[in-house]
Nanobody
Framework: QVQLVESGGGLVQPGGSLRLSCAAS????????MSWYRQAPGKQRELVAG???????NYTDSVKGRFTIYKTNAKNTVYLQMNSLKPEDTAVYYC??????????????WGQGTQVTVSS
């Protein structure tokens, strides 16, 4: 069984920084994409940032220049560095991955979510 484990959320003042991490574990053949989504109260879940297996990244306009998605040498782990945080960044952040568990079988996986609260 594959699971995504998130960490790094918390309470931070406006202008502060947080780094979220997401580690995929289990029987993994390969990972095509990993992304961060967020959902604020009363809003739809939205894509924040994504990274593909070839290293290509994309961001929603509201976080460009402030957030960075990246991977380290640790396999199957993705990070979201969040700088210059604003109150409107407050949301539950979810890790997502599209994972091949066998050569011809791929599935969507979601983390449990981690709360990010930006407030003074």
């Amino acid at each position: 069984q594959v699971q995504l484990v998130e960490s790094g959320g918390g309470l931070v003042q406006p202008g502060g920084s947080l780094r979220l991490s997401c580690a995929a574990s289990g029987s993994i053949f390969s990972i095509n994409d990993m992304s961060w989504y967020r959902q604020a109260p009363g809003k739809q879940r939205e894509l924040v940032a994504g990274i593909t297996s070839d290293g290509s990244t994309n961001y929603t306009d509201s976080v460009k220049g402030r957030f960075t998605i990246y991977k380290t040498n640790a396999k199957n782990t993705v990070y979201l560095q969040m700088n210059s945080l604003k109150p409107e960044d407050t949301a539950v952040y979810y890790c997502y991955a599209y994972i091949r568990v066998r050569r011809w079988q791929s599935y969507d996986y979601w983390g449990q979510g981690t709360q990010v609260t930006v407030s003074s």
